[in-house]
């Protein structure tokens, strides 16, 4: 069963930057788009960025595009979110979001999901 596991939240200043991680175990393919969803309080669930399977295409939500860049290892079966110039609007439980279809913004594309990091900016 593959499980998906976050981490690299923490607190950090405006203007400051975070590297996120996630690692998919479980799966012996390396074929599968992975995304990066986040959930501030009181708001829904929202599409931040994601890659194919081999890293080829990646995608960003407008508010975090050229901000935030998004690398794989897939040999090491992972995903990294590099956040930079970080704003307190950026604050939200981060999510690693695996699919084994191609790349999209709805939830609903992905089908494994891990239990999110904290991301907290001080202004």
């Known amino acids: 069963q593959e499980q998906l596991v976050e981490s690299g939240g923490g607190l950090v200043q405006a203007g400051g930057s975070l590297r996120l991680s996630c690692v998919a175990s479980?799966?012996?393919?390396?074929?599968?788009?992975m995304g990066w969803f986040r959930q501030a309080p009181g708001k829904e669930r929202e599409y931040v960025a994601a890659?194919?399977?081999?890293?080829?295409?990646?995608d960003y939500a407008d508010s975090v595009k050229g901000r935030f860049t998004l690398s794989r290892d897939n040999a090491k079966h992972t995903i990294y979110l590099q956040m930079n110039h970080l704003k307190p609007e950026d604050a939200a439980v981060y999510y690693c979001?695996?699919?084994?279809?191609?790349?999209?913004?709805?939830?609903?594309?992905?089908?494994?999901w891990g239990q999110g990091t904290q991301v907290t900016v001080s202004s």
């Open positions: 979001a695996a699919g084994a279809g191609g790349y999209g913004h709805s939830a609903s594309t992905y089908a494994s």
């Open positions: 890659s194919d399977w081999n890293g080829a295409f990646s």
């Open positions: 479980g799966r012996s393919d390396s074929h599968y788009s």
